[in-house]
């Protein structure tokens, strides 16, 4: 996590708390502090419970069930590829594990040179043309095994 100057954190909070009579934005607090530092530091969730008026399990809940949200360092691009029903029929797996086999990492991994953070996903909602792949917010269909070099050559 990028070091924080001692009040920069306060004045994000600050700026993002809920006026008085709207309910807390959890999930908005969360993105704007992931936009800003690149990841949520699980250390920072008392801050955020404490600026919105909520329970630090409120943001921990939050936190932990969406996946954007980052509490650990991801690589510059984030490859998703889905793992829904329409995805697994159409064999996702072998796309899956010829980007595992180009990368040289796992899934849930970062390549060694910080460029890439492999991820699975439940669904894109990309049904009609999968197997998906999500790299950034860009969304690609009907992915097979040979595209993927191409796919990744755009991103190095």
């Known amino acids: 996590m990028t070091t924080l ?5 306060d004045e ?7 006026a008085s009579g709207t309910p807390p ?3 908005r607090v ?3 502090v992931q936009d800003r530092y690149g990841l949520i530091d699980p250390r920072v969730i008392p801050a955020i419970a404490h600026s919105q008026g909520v329970t630090e399990a409120d943001v921990a809940g939050v936190l932990s069930y969406y996946p954007s949200l980052n509490t650990h360092q991801v ?6 590829v889905c793992m829904g029903e329409s995805c ?11 980007i595992r086999t ?6 849930g991994q970062t390549t060694p040179d910080g460029r890439f953070t492999l991820e699975p996903v439940s ?4 049904c009609a043309v999968s197997p998906s792949v999500r790299i950034d917010h860009e969304l690609y269909g009907r992915v097979a095994p040979g595209d993927v070099a191409g796919l990744l050559d755009r991103y190095r």
């Not at 690589?75 to 998703?80: D, F, K, N, S």
């Not at 697994?88 to 010829?98: K, Q, S």
């Not at 180009?102 to 899934?107: N, Q, S």
């Open 5 to 9: 100057p001692p009040n920069a954190l």
């Open 75 to 80: 690589g510059t691009h984030r490859i998703q």
């Open 12 to 18: 994000l909070l600050t700026r993002l708390r809920p």
């Open 25 to 27: 934005n959890i999930l």
């Open 102 to 107: 180009r990368l040289g990492i796992e899934v």
């Open 123 to 126: 669904c894109v909602g990309n």
């Open 88 to 98: 697994l029929a159409n064999r996702c797996d072998r796309v899956l594990r010829e």
């Open 30 to 32: 969360l993105h704007a």
